[in-house]
């Protein structure tokens, strides 16, 4: 448990299953034949999972990425939730909403 206003590691964004891989990537020593076996589907399938879940770690890890929104849409786009381009037009409207926003607040203050 963290203590109070201390940030979250990447590894606390992981869900359980993507715990679980990374476990049973260790104990099968990295070897993703072995690991298709384990799951029992395909050698393609495996390496997808895992860049996958390397992408949700290099998006927790950015210093780039500040938004927690845009930090969530990504993460969605690595778990294959949501495809690129829905990832680029959500983001392209949240930065217009922002910039509205801001010029409104710039005005009116």
């Given amino acids: 448990m963290q203590p109070p206003g201390e940030d979250k590691r990447w590894i606390d964004f992981l869900t359980e299953e993507d715990l679980a891989f990374v476990k049973r990537f260790v104990l099968a020593s990295g070897s993703l034949k072995e690991m298709a076996a384990v ?3 395909s050698y393609p399938t495996v390496r997808l999972r895992l860049d996958r879940l390397i992408e949700k770690i290099k998006i927790r890890d ?17 778990d294959g939730k949501i495809d690129m381009d829905t990832l ?3 983001l392209a409207a949240h930065k217009q ?4 926003h801001d010029d409104q607040s710039n005005r009116h203050g």
């Fill in 62 to 78: 950015s210093q780039e990425i500040t938004s927690e929104f845009e930090r969530v849409l990504r993460g969605q786009c690595a």
């Fill in 88 to 90: 680029r037009a959500l």
């Fill in 39 to 41: 799951y029992g589907v």
């Fill in 97 to 100: 909403e922002m910039e509205d």
